[in-house]
């Protein structure tokens, strides 16, 4: 009788531990998840994060950046012909990947 209430005090000091570690661990989440949220979204520009291969030849002269990365030689060439005379910035940003430029003909 003595083995079989040494058993049972086992099994519930396991049962108590895994609940302990299932509230501590969801405790944790939401608070991970509140501080986020708490601090929003940052719109500062992240290099760290852009690709480097996008400012390296040849992508550097061929693909633009995303948005959110600082502008590599082809990006910048195209930004500066939408704020030339005569032209306009026709920017649709599929998930950050392309920007088309076009030109205005002028009318007479």
């Not at 969801?26 to 690709?51: D, E, K, R, W």
């Not at 061929?62 to 920017?91: D, H, K, M």
């Amino acid at each position: 009788m003595n083995q079989l209430n040494h058993l049972s005090q086992k099994s519930i000091e396991l049962v108590e531990t895994i609940w302990a570690t299932l509230w501590v661990r969801l405790l944790i989440v939401l608070l991970a998840t509140l501080l986020s949220a708490i601090a929003g979204p940052s719109s500062a520009l992240n290099p760290y994060l852009c690709p480097g291969f996008l400012y390296r030849e040849p992508y550097n002269h061929r693909v633009l950046v995303p948005q959110s990365c600082p502008p590599n030689t082809i990006t910048q060439q195209q930004l500066a012909r939408a704020q030339s005379p005569n032209q306009f910035e026709e920017c649709s940003y599929t998930k950050g990947l392309s920007c088309s430029i076009a030109s205005v003909v002028e009318l007479q």
